[in-house]
């Protein structure tokens, strides 16, 4: 890759393949590493470090199989450490490991802490120089650009910075093509990352120096930065933030701030806008939650819900938004609460192309959302729900259906267990349906007598799944009398969408989040 301006040029360095597996409830399987590896050669990264060989066979075969993909922009390194107290690196195993897999990149990590030399290693602090020395240049002189882990290197120079500046000469001196300076435990402050990355660079002024942040104090991602500002090139990371303990710098974060804050150039031209559909991505792969708030990517990260911000926003998008999220592929929404003001709903109806709104209804609908939500309701989530108090603030709606009784009962016989039957009387129209159902529970009963009564009409229901029923308690200490919060998530082929309903009691707040979901499927979604 070539800048105009190599100075700002920034070389990102994504270890979520090795580094990003250790963090808790995160494993990945060969395939699984092939598709990150993929994804992330398709956003630029220009290093992807794929595991640790000779540790397990998965990594190993990872190393085997990687060397059929079409990468375009990525260099694939192998992780390993210096050779063993008392060896050589031509009769050590981990060493060799790393030759066999026979990827252009081989990346050590070596001690820099006089603590870990002595109580981790129980050597000698020439042996740990030694050991540098001979590994780097070994695996140098078998033709592998070398990257050099200092690990503990911040630790290890406010114990005894003379010591842990001899360990970055040797690797230097063994040739190592970059020195990646790691805050280990991820105890550093960003002005210390900055003050110790500046005297390195005094020291070494011709190397390539990197970072490699841990996130146990909440600033990885600062440190990364602050080590950027001192003269840092390479910066270390995984996808969102994926890693032990409290996870490495993320990403995700790191190179829109990079790109957009600092002006460096770390992606080529046009990739950016991918970010977020990577950090979505990956988060499936590896079967994690996307975070929410997670800044740039996250659902939240340009949500809007206070009536005044929507309001300001409505003038000028920039002043309650801190860039425009289509940069990094993600885009802004608005929200409908009790914290809501008009320019939520009137947002809302834009968004729907609901043209037939007077703007006088506004007011009442702002105070119809304000009063549910003190009953219980939370809109949200529940998107489809607000849109039908919207469409029920037309003068013109005609709702597909209008709910007239139901009854629901549930009973045990001996030797027959638990059923509910539930019975109902829906209106279509100036005709009147009633139907019976049986189910495995009274929200299941209800779901069909409903399907029962409005099927003949509205055929097309057939296809409508209830997807998702979730109940939450908001004053568990009322006991059983406690107000419950239900949302329903319905699909049909292409859409899904997510209603709610409150009610101190459980079968009615069900009733009112299962009808308001069959509602806005038949009202939005017609047979083709």
Known sequence: MVHTNEAS????????????????????????????????????????EGGWPGSNPKDAEYFDRVRALQLNHTRIAAFG??????STPGNDANVQALLRAETPVVTVVGKSSTLHVAEVL?????????????????????????IYDAEHLFDGYKLDSQYAMDTLRAAVEAGADTIVLCDTNGGSLPWEIESITTDIRSHFPEVSLGIHAHNDGGAASANSLAAVRAGATQVQGTVNGYG???????????????????????????????????ARTVAAITNQHPF?????????????????????????????????PALVGNRS?????????????????????????????LPEVVQKVKELEHEGFSFEGAEASV?????????????????????????KRKGQGVFAQATIKVRVGEEVFHSAADGNGPVN?????????????????????????????????????????VFVDMQNETARWTTVGASTNIIEASWIALADAVEYGLSTYHAE
């Open 9 to 48: 040029r920034i070389l990102l360095y994504d270890t979520t393949c090795r580094d990003g597996t250790q963090g808790e409830g995160i494993s990945l399987s060969v395939d699984d590493k092939l598709k990150i590896t993929s994804l992330l050669d398709e956003l630029g990264v220009h290093y992807v």
């Open 81 to 86: 450490s210096t050779c063993r107290v008392g």
């Open 122 to 146: 129980r050597t000698t602090p020439e042996e740990n120089l030694r050991m540098i020395q001979e590994s780097l240049a070994y695996l140098k002189s078998q033709g592998r650009e070398v």
């Open 244 to 278: 032990e303990r409290c996870g490495n710098a993320d990403l995700c974060t790191l190179i829109p701030t990079l790109e957009l804050k600092m002006g460096m150039h770390a992606l080529l031209p046009g990739r950016l806008p991918r970010l977020t559909h990577l």
């Open 292 to 324: 929410r708030q997670a800044p740039y990517v996250g659902k939240s990260a340009f949500t809007h819900k206070a009536g005044m911000h929507v309001a300001a926003m409505r003038r000028a998008a920039e002043s309650y938004q801190h860039l425009d």
């Open 333 to 361: 929404r608005v929200v409908v609460s009790e914290l809501s003001g008009r320019g939520n709903l009137q947002t809302k109806i834009e968004e729907l192309g609901i043209a037939d709104l007077q703007q006088d209804d």
């Open 387 to 411: 849109e039908m108090l919207l469409h029920r603030a037309r003068a013109d709606y005609q709702p597909p259906f209008e709910m007239l009784d139901f009854m629901v009962v549930a009973e």
């Open 445 to 485: 009963a209800l779901d069909r007598a409903l399907r029962k009564a409005l099927m003949p009409v509205y055929p097309h229901l057939g296809v409508f799944d209830l997807a998702d029923y979730k109940v939450h308690i908001l004053n568990g200490e009322h006991g059983t009398g406690a107000t419950t919060r």
